[in-house]
C-alpha cells in the first residue's frame, strides 16, 4: 500500500510552515510529575532537528521498503542536502528521475542502495542508468492517527 498524498518532489524547508508549540520540559512514559513547570515557547521543527532552512527539505515516505530500518509508509523525512552522504546513511538518490529513500552502501568500490525489505531488491548502478544521491536523510517523524 502506497500513500497517496506524499508529495513527489521534496519541500524545502524555508517553504514549509516550520513553527510549532513546544511544551518546556520532558514528558514521563510513567507516572506524570505534577512538580514540573509545563510552559510553552515556539520552536523551529529544522533547527530542533539539527539542520538550517537552507540546508533542509521534507519529504513523506511511501511504500515499505525501509521498514527494517525504522521508516514507514507516511513518515516525514527531514532530508540535509549538505551533508556529505557515507556507507550506512539512509539518503534520498534520484535513480532514472525517480526519488527513492535507501541505505548508502559504498564499500571495496562497490556502490549499491539497500533496501530495508527482504522483499524488495537492492539496487545496483547497470550501464546507462543514471543515481544521484539527492540528499542524507537524517530525521525521522512518525504520525501515529491523522
Known amino acids: 500500500m ?6 513527489k518532489t521534496p519541500v524545502p524547508a524555508s517553504h514549509a510552515p516550520m513553527l510549532v508549540q513546544r511544551i518546556r ?10 512538580a514540573e513547570d509545563l510552559g510553552a515557547e515556539r520552536l523551529d521543527l529544522a533547527s530542533l532537528l539539527g539542520s538550517d532552512k537552507e540546508d533542509a527539505f521534507f519529504m513523506v515516505a511511501s511504500g515499505h521498503s525501509m521498514v527494517k530500518f525504522g521508516i514507514f509508509d507516511g513518515d516525514l523525512l527531514l532530508i540535509r542536502k549538505r551533508k556529505r552522504p557515507r556507507d550506512g546513511h539512509v539518503v534520498v538518490a534520484d535513480v532514472d528521475g525517480e526519488f527513492l529513500v535507501k541505505m548508502l552502501y559504498k564499500r571495496d568500490g562497490q556502490v549499491k542502495l539497500v533496501s530495508g525489505n527482504p522483499e524488495i531488491p537492492d539496487i545496483e548502478p547497470k550501464d546507462g542508468q543514471t543515481i544521484r544521491v539527492w540528499g542524507v536523510v537524517t530525521s525521522s517523524i512518525k504520525t501515529f492517527s491523522p
Open 25 to 34: 520540559g520532558t514528558v514521563k512514559a510513567g507516572f506524570p510529575s505534577p
Open 2 to 7: 502506497y500513500s497517496t498524498n506524499a508529495p
